[in-house]
Structures are given as structure tokens and as C-alpha cells.
């Protein structure tokens, strides 16, 4: 079976990739609004890991609806979700039996009920799977140490491809990078830049 995973290059979308391998056709695709293209690092780690790539192309006016609400909210929580449920629709409505993503126990965004996962499977006749759900921060970075080669660093000075990085860039162009340091907490991000 055919299984697209929204992939941003980070070391939770890779381990459910490699978590997935084993039973499914694994394509990685990182969604993008076409702001950046920040999507190319992504392309290489899956190229790393011997998985196929490819980019999946989001309304540009999602991103914006995003950004008012990052403005009106003050952070990035409820915008987020609305991007990663964006792409979860679009990736649900393309040419795989199966759509995944890298969501974890412990997120709380981005986040996908029971509710939102049974409709995307009934409306889209595809299996949604989330292998991470499952397992804990501690678990996960056991794993990540085990089986990845990941950099790390504050927001700013990693470079992903994921929905942060995009809205972060609309976001500067839109009201300045003051707004950004505002609206996004300070928090480390890390993209895997190999596989063991």
C-alpha cells in the first residue's frame, strides 16, 4: 500500500517514516505554500534515507488566514492546526491508499482527534495512521539518538521545511520581524540531517 507522510525534515516526521517502512510504499512530502523553499533540505534527508520525495502545494490563502490569526491570537497554536489540517485534507484527497504524519502522545499541536482522523478516513476512503501517538518525549528522543542525526538549534537558525518556518516568513513580510519574535516563542527546533 501507497502511503504519503507529511514530512518536514524533522526528527518526529523521520522516525515515523521509519516506523512506516516496513509495512507501507513510504513517499515523503512536505507541504508548501511556496513562501520559501526551504522544502530542498527535505528532499535531501529523504533522499538519505533511499525514500521518494515529493512536495504537495497548499492555498497561499490558508497561509494568509493563518497569519490573521497568529495576529489576532498572539501565537501560533491555532494557526498551526489549521495549517496542518490543511495539508492532512489536501494529502487525503490525492493518490495514496494511506496518509500519515510524524504527531506525537505529547503535542499539542499539532493535533489530530479521533473525530478528525475516522472523517478524513470515511470522506477520503483512505487509512489515516499517526505511529508516534503513541510514544512519549523520552521515548522519542531514546529512538532519535538511536536511529537519526539531527541539528538542532534555536527557530531562527534552523532552517525546515514545515509550516512554522513559512508562516514565520509571511508573517515578517507582513508586519515585520518584531511581530515574529511576538507571536512565536522561543523554542529549539531540529531537522535530521541522516539516518543510522
Do not use: C
Amino acid at each position: 500500500m501507497d502511503l504519503g507522510l507529511l514530512y518536514s525534515a524533522g526528527k518526529d516526521s523521520s522516525l515515523a517514516a521509519l516506523a512506516l517502512d516496513p509495512f507501507y510504499t513510504v513517499t515523503l512530502v512536505t507541504a508548501t505554500f511556496g513562501i520559501t523553499d526551504d522544502w530542498e533540505h527535505a528532499r535531501k534527508a529523504a533522499e538519505t534515507a533511499d525514500f521518494d520525495f515529493r512536495t504537495l502545494d497548499l492555498d497561499p490563502a490558508v497561509a494568509e488566514a493563518a497569519v490573521d490569526r497568529m495576529i489576532a491570537d498572539g501565537f501560533p497554536r491555532n494557526a498551526i492546526q489549521q495549517v496542518h489540517t490543511h495539508a492532512l485534507e489536501r494529502l487525503a484527497a490525492g493518490d495514496f491508499d494511506a496518509i500519515g504524519d510524524g504527531t506525537r502522545r505529547d503535542d499539542r499541536v499539532p493535533a489530530v482527534s479521533r473525530a478528525q482522523a475516522q472523517s478524513l478516513e470515511d470522506r477520503h476512503g483512505i487509512d489515516y495512521v499517526a505511529p508516534l501517538t503513541g510514544f512519549g518525549r523520552g521515548a522519542i528522543d531514546r529512538l532519535v539518538d538511536a536511529r537519526l542525526v539531527v541539528e538542532s538549534g534555536p527557530s531562527e537558525a534552523i532552517t525546515r521545511a514545515d509550516y512554522e518556518a513559512e508562516l514565520r516568513a509571511l508573517l515578517a513580510k507582513r508586519e515585520g520581524r518584531a511581530a515574529v519574535e511576538e507571536v512565536f516563542p522561543d523554542h529549539e527546533q531540529s531537522y535530521v540531517t541522516g539516518f543510522r
